[in-house]
């Protein structure tokens, strides 16, 4: 087999791959290895679907969004040996809480020092510990009003980490060794993106909160926080291969990461729109 790749592809032990594939290779590679773990543990999850029991944690968060309850209780059914751990070691879901929020600032920093392709690893691990508190709170009994209030605004903090993190990586290029500084029109655009994508944000967060003290509730729009961290995080840890690609075809290496704040922005808001007119209605309703 080994002999047909080598034979079909012209290439043998003493003739190995060229610096630029090699960039390739390795830009792919930690993604190659996540990718072979995840294929057969999904193959696996998917066999035993029909057996499982829905959760309660899982079915908390549902809501009309492209992430079903299959992906989303595939995920806790993958997390479940760090779940198991930090019972083991008797930590407190406030404590994950507090971790993941940490976490979401570093990988803020990571953002602004332009290392995407990392960032979008500790994205992941961040998000998945902010999923686990909830969890370790109903199996072992700690669910509090309080917790849940410190993880709603931990979530707010997490988010405008990573957001601000990214802007600041189209910031913080602009500056010379000299001390001037001149902004690009496409990190221009970038800084004006993020700073309305944190409008988003914040107010499909803030619509939410007053439409629950107002007595009305609702899980309409689709871009909401998982949503955010599944599309940001999926393309980061495969942004180093993209920007090889672009810096190939003469593309502006940020296009990637430009287009997919682009499609978050608007999505978060019109969901943030959508969200507040649901309530509305709901609300004028009720006081009839």
């Given at each position: 087999m080994c002999g047909v790749i080598f034979k079909k592809t012209n290439r043998s032990w003493n003739n190995p791959m060229n610096p630029n594939e090699m960039e390739v290779y390795y830009s792919l590679l930690?993604?190659?290895?996540i990718l072979e773990i995840?294929?057969?543990?999904?193959s696996y999850y998917a066999a035993t679907w029909g057996r499982r029991k829905k959760s309660e944690e899982a079915l908390s968060r549902l809501h009309k969004s492209f992430i079903g309850i299959?992906?989303?209780?595939y995920w806790y059914w993958v997390s479940r040996p760090a779940l198991i751990f930090f019972k083991f070691i008797k930590i407190t879901p406030n404590g994950i809480t507090a971790i993941s929020i940490v976490l979401s600032f570093i990988t803020g920093v990571i953002y602004a020092f332009g290392w995407i392709g990392p960032g979008g690893w500790m994205l992941i691990v961040s998000a998945t510990l902010d999923m686990?508190?909830?969890?370790?709170?109903r199996e072992t009994g700690q669910?509090?009003?309080?917790?849940?209030?410190?993880?709603?605004?931990?979530?707010?903090?997490?988010?405008?980490f990573v957001f601000i993190g990214i802007g600041a990586y189209f910031l913080s290029k602009n500056f010379s060794p000299s001390g001037s500084f001149t902004l690009s029109q496409t990190d221009f655009l970038g800084v004006i993106v993020i700073m309305l994508l944190i409008l988003g944000a914040?107010?499909?967060?803030?619509?939410?909160a007053r439409g629950d003290v107002a007595g009305a509730s609702t899980k309409r729009g689709l871009m909401q926080r998982p949503e955010r961290v599944m599309m940001l995080s999926a393309y980061c840890v495969l942004d180093p291969f993209f920007r090889i690609v672009f810096q190939r075809y003469n593309i502006n290496s940020d296009a990637g990461i430009l287009t997919i704040i682009i499609i978050m922005t608007l999505l978060v808001n019109i969901s943030a729109v959508s969200r507040m007119v649901d309530l509305?209605?709901?609300?004028?309703?009720?006081?009839k």
């Open positions: 930690p993604l190659i290895i995840v294929t057969i543990s999904f299959f992906f989303v209780e686990l508190d909830g969890a370790l709170a669910t509090t009003k309080s917790g849940a209030f410190f993880d709603s605004c931990g979530d707010r903090y997490s988010d405008s914040s107010a499909m967060s803030y619509v939410k509305f209605k709901i609300i004028r309703n009720m006081e």
